[in-house]
């Protein structure tokens, strides 16, 4: 067809090169934007943690200022919509009545039956897991804005299963199992290389997405 000039080069041109070469923005929000709150933002994470390794735990005063200035804003800001919004209020009204109540129950009867630290490690783990949803919903977005359609389920499990090997690992330590950190170590460096391998064989490489599960 080419040489009977059927072929339209100007038409088909992007459609041969679309494959290779993604046009379309990426970027969640912008750039700059996410790599400073989405992506550089995990940096904080690691000063806290050499901080906090380096002296016995944070100070109580820098625990309570981050909790109410950086890690709940996002909170009260939901509460106050969902408890002033009239709309909104009775959109929720099943979740107020009965799954409010039921959980304030749960945490009672464990702190009361159990101890004050199973709550405590009940609430962590369901924090863990919902942090780990929260970023996994980040990993779609970023998909969705590449137009990538594949690979669902592997980017998935793999975000879930980056979140969850740090929490076993406390479990691990918390309940004296005597498993070493190597071995989760290893798993975690497994599962990271054949994730990569898989992502750059691919005929177009993500780099949001890889740089929000890199950090």
């Known amino acids: 067809k080419l040489l009977r000039g059927d072929v339209d080069l100007r038409t088909t041109a992007p459609r041969m090169s679309a494959a290779i070469v993604n046009t379309q923005p990426t970027w969640i929000i912008s750039r700059r934007d996410d790599l400073f709150f989405f992506i550089g933002s995990a940096l904080f994470g690691y000063a806290l943690i050499a901080w906090a390794s380096v002296r016995p735990g944070l100070p109580i005063m820098f625990l309570v200022l981050f909790a109410f200035l950086i890690d709940s804003p996002h909170v009260f800001s939901t509460l ?45 783990s369901v924090s863990q897991y919902h942090v780990s949803k929260q970023h996994m919903g980040f990993v779609m977005l970023y998909k969705r804005k590449a137009q990538e359609k594949d690979d669902y389920k592997l980017d998935k499990y793999f975000t879930l299963s980056s979140f ?19 071995l989760f170590l290893f798993i975690g460096v497994i599962l990271a290389i054949y994730y990569a391998w898989h992502q750059l064989r691919k005929p177009s490489v993500n780099v949001p997405k890889l740089l929000l599960l890199a950090a």
Request: charged content about 15%; aromatic content about 10%.
């Open 80 to 124: 106050t919509r969902s408890l002033l919004d009239g709309a909104e209020r009775t959109r929720l009204r099943t979740i107020w009545l009965i799954g409010f109540p039921l959980c304030l129950a749960v945490i009672a009867v464990l702190v009361t039956m159990a101890s004050g630290i199973v709550a405590f490690v009940v609430i962590a």
């Open 164 to 182: 969850m090997l740090p929490l076993a690992y406390y479990y691990s330590e918390l309940f004296d199992l005597k498993i070493p950190l190597s």
